[in-house]
Each structure stands twice: as C-alpha cells, then as structure tokens.
C-alpha cells in the first residue's frame, strides 16, 4: 500500500471518529502540509465520501452524510461493539424491528475476522437484557445524535415533554448517555438552568447540532452512576411527602447534592422538598438523610403517617429497652 493510499485512510479515520477538525491540526497529526491535506480530502471525495470544507480562523473539514453509505474503518474493537449493539438491540427496541438489526448483523459479521466472531458470540451470550419490558421506543436517529454531541462535547438544542406533558425548548452540553431500567438518559449541562439535568431520552426530539463546542466539565464515574440512578427515583411514588428544612435553599442544595432535584425556596431560611417511595420505610429512609441537627416539618398523609409513627415508637421502645443490652 501506497503512502498516499496509507495516509488518505488515516485522515478518513480520523475524520469518522471526530465531527469537525481544523486544516491544521490534521496536518499536524499527520506529518504533512495543509495543501497535502487538501489534496488528499480531494482523493477521499473521488472515492464517494462527502466531506465539507469551510475557510476561517475556525474552519476545516467534516464528513457528510451522502446518498449511500460509504465504506468504514473500524477497529477491531469498534467491529466488536457495533456487533454485540445489534445483537441487543434486537430486542430492546432501538430500532423498529428485529429484521433489520439482524440483516445488518449478518453483513457485519460476515467480513469478521474467526477470532472477532467467537469474541462477538461470547461477550454477547454474557449480556442480559433489562428484562421483558423493553420500555418506551427511542430513536436510533436521536439516539445517534445524542451520541454524536456527547462524543464531540458539541452544544445541541432539542424539544423534551416531561411526565406531565409539558413540553419545553433545552440547550444543553451533552456529557453521556447511559441505560437504565428499560430506559435511555442523557446526563447534560443544562445552559438555561446553569446546573447538571438527567433527560428521558425517549422524550426527546428535534435535536439540532449547533456545532458550537465546550470543554466538558470533569466528572467520575461514580458522579455520572450517581445522576442516572437519581432520575430513575425521579417518578411518582405510592408515598409522596413534602419535608419543610430549615435551611436555605443554597445550603440545602450544598449538602444534598444531586439529591437537591425538585427542591424550592420556602422563605430566606427554609426549603421545602419532596420525598416519597414504594411505601412508608422507603419515605422515612429519605428523611433519614436530613443532615444531623436539622430540624423539619413533613405532611405524610395517612395511612403512611400512622405506620411512620408506629415503627419509630417500637424503634424508640427497642433502644430504650436497657434489658436487650
């Protein structure tokens, strides 16, 4: 193979895995000038690829979508994931029906190497599925866009409807999407409230790239696990309550942390916010985590009140109780 074929397939590499980059940079990485640059984008266009162009202090190249689909470059571990995804996503609702994941699993893994083949089948018989419930649809479009943001820490617009059916206009800064019970999030900078959101990605729509980029705020795994499973306790629970703190809204926030979602200002110097779950225990464990000192009013309506106050009257009766010592 050629150095000009060899350097043409690295920049087409790396225009696939990265939505817009500079002349420079490009030519900088590659080792070469930006005229070889420009030479070699001209070979990739012979060959079918669209790739944009645009002049200026930010300018540079793109890969466009064209009328067919071009041949791609992955590695090995690229071929691997794109397989076991169409293996799941048969049955998990990505796409609108099984028939296609599966004709587009066949060409993928038809041109496998035997060594993917059996890497694909073993890691792929070890991923479960969620369960029965497959959950809402979602749009592999949107779900490919989110990705795409995420990927390229791009700013994006879209339309969300929230469980209410409100429907409200977002400009965020994607920084992951993850699965979570049956459903797809989007944990992101939301720039309107200035704070970190957690979105149903299946409430999502006409999402819009503004090719504005942002240097992504750092966050551990163990952050992002931490957002996801707070939305997924965000619905409507059997045992709702309001806990009235006596704290300001900031402090409160401060110490809660991600668990500060739905609070509100009740005054300067107090904050009321919801807590609830699937019955009373589950209500009294998120009190429970009021910090220490903290004094609070709560409106647990009945029969959870009563049952509240029963099993912390017999908790009460049990430390008291000097004979169990």
Same mark, same amino acid.
């Given at each position: 193979?050629?150095?000009? @074929?060899?350097?043409?397939?690295?920049?087409l590499?790396?225009?696939? *895995?990265?939505?817009?980059?500079?002349?420079?940079?490009?030519?900088?990485?590659?080792?070469?000038?930006?005229?070889?640059?420009?030479?070699?984008?001209?070979?990739?266009?012979?060959?079918?690829?669209?790739?944009?162009?645009?002049?200026?202090? @930010?300018?540079?190249?793109? !890969?466009?979508?064209?009328?067919?689909?071009?041949?791609?470059?992955? *590695?090995?571990?690229?071929?691997?994931?794109?397989?076991?995804?169409?293996?799941?996503?048969?049955?998990?609702?990505?796409?609108?029906?099984a028939?296609?994941?599966?004709?587009?699993?066949?060409?993928?893994?038809?041109?496998?190497?035997?060594?993917?083949?059996r890497?694909?089948?073993?890691?792929?018989?070890?991923?479960?599925?969620?369960?029965? =419930?497959?959950?809402?649809?979602?749009?592999?479009?949107?779900?490919?866009?989110?990705?795409?943001?995420?990927?390229?820490?791009?700013?994006?617009?879209?339309?969300?409807?929230?469980a209410?059916?409100?429907?409200?206009?977002?400009?965020?800064?994607?920084?992951?999407?993850?699965?979570? =019970?049956?459903?797809?999030?989007?944990?992101?900078?939301?720039?309107?409230?200035?704070?970190?959101?957690?979105?149903?990605?299946?409430?999502l729509?006409?999402?819009?790239? *503004?090719?504005?980029?942002?240097?992504?705020?750092?966050?551990?795994?163990?952050? $992002?696990?931490?957002?996801?499973?707070?939305?997924?306790?965000?619905v409507?629970?059997?045992?709702?309550?309001?806990?009235? $703190?006596?704290?300001?809204?900031?402090e409160?926030?401060?110490?809660?942390?991600?668990?500060?979602?739905?609070?509100?200002?009740?005054?300067?110097?107090?904050?009321?916010?919801?807590?609830?779950?699937?019955?009373?225990?589950? *209500?009294?464990?998120?009190?429970?985590? $009021?910090?220490?000192?903290?004094?609070?009013?709560?409106? !647990?309506?009945?029969?959870?009140r009563?049952?509240?106050?029963?099993?912390?009257?017999?908790?009460?009766?049990?430390?008291?109780?000097?004979?169990?010592?």
């Amino acid at each position: 193979m050629s150095d000009t @074929t060899t350097r043409a397939l690295t920049l087409l590499n790396l225009l696939q *895995t990265h939505r817009h980059w500079g002349g420079a940079e490009l030519a900088q990485r590659l080792g070469v000038t930006e005229r070889t640059i420009r030479r070699d984008v001209e070979r990739l266009r012979d060959l079918g690829y669209r790739i944009e162009s645009s002049a200026g202090i @930010t300018g540079g190249y793109r !890969l466009e979508a064209g009328r067919a689909v071009p041949p791609l470059l992955l *590695t090995d571990d690229e071929a691997v994931a794109m397989a076991i995804g169409l293996r799941i996503a048969a049955s998990q609702r990505l796409v609108a029906g099984a028939e296609t994941t599966i004709t587009a699993l066949a060409k993928l893994e038809q041109v496998l190497p035997a060594a993917l083949r059996r890497r694909v089948v073993a890691l792929a018989d070890s991923v479960q599925p969620t369960g029965p =419930d497959t959950g809402e649809p979602v749009s592999t479009d949107v779900l490919g866009d989110l990705a795409l943001a995420c990927r390229d820490h791009e700013r994006v617009r879209f339309s969300y409807t929230s469980a209410t059916g409100q429907v409200t206009k977002r400009r965020v800064e994607p920084h992951a999407l993850a699965p979570a =019970d049956r459903h797809w999030y989007l944990l992101c900078r939301d720039l309107d409230k200035d704070d970190w959101r957690t979105f149903r990605v299946d409430r999502l729509t006409d999402v819009q790239h *503004t090719r504005v980029l942002f240097e992504p705020h750092p966050l551990t795994s163990d952050e $992002i696990d931490e957002f996801i499973h707070v939305a997924r306790s965000w619905v409507r629970q059997p045992v709702e309550a309001d806990a009235v $703190i006596d704290m300001p809204l900031d402090e409160m926030r401060a110490a809660f942390g991600q668990w500060s979602q739905g609070a509100t200002a009740e005054g300067a110097a107090r904050t009321r916010w919801p807590v609830g779950g699937a019955d009373f225990r589950e *209500t009294m464990y998120g009190l429970s985590w $009021i910090p220490e000192g903290v004094t609070y009013t709560t409106d !647990l309506a009945e029969p959870a009140r009563s049952a509240l106050r029963e099993c912390l009257d017999r908790m009460l009766r049990a430390l008291d109780d000097r004979s169990a010592s």
